[in-house]
Nanobody, 125 residues
Framework: QVQLVESGGGLVQAGGSLRLSCSAS????????FAWFRQAPGKEREGVSY????????DYADSVRGRSTIPRDNVKNTVYLQINSLKPEDTAVYYC??????????????????WGQGTQVTVSS
């Protein structure tokens, strides 16, 4: 059974850091591209970060560029999202997603094969 499970969310003060984990089961991590999305109340789901399966090519939304990384551990079958210098506007439910094929635009939610259930991140000011 294919499954993505996020963890690591919680309440953090502005300026702090957080590392989210996305544990995959039922498939091999290195056969898929991964992305992190987030969705705040009343807003559309937006792409935060992306990592490819082949050369670990990464990309980031402008909102987190320079303060975020998306490492992957193929042995642990886990993808991470590290965000530093957290801001109240980072508050959202964070989701990880996986896709086997190629995407034209990784930041568009449509087209991903698997999604996790999400983990809440709340940043207090």
């Amino acid at each position: 059974q294919v499954q993505l499970v996020e963890s690591g969310g919680g309440l953090v003060q502005a300026g702090g850091s957080l590392r989210l984990s996305c544990s995959a089961s039922g498939f091999t991590l290195d056969e898929y591209d991964f992305a992190w999305f987030r969705q705040a109340p009343g807003k559309e789901r937006e792409g935060v970060s992306y990592i490819s399966k082949t050369d670990d090519n990464t990309d980031y939304a402008d909102s987190v560029r320079g303060r975020s990384t998306i490492p992957r551990d193929n042995v642990k079958n886990t993808v991470y999202l590290q965000i530093n210098s957290l801001k109240p506007e980072d508050t959202a439910v964070y989701y990880c997603a996986a896709v086997w094929g190629n995407l034209h635009d990784w930041g568009i939610p449509d087209g991903y094969d698997y999604w996790g259930q999400g983990t809440q991140v709340t940043v207090s000011s």
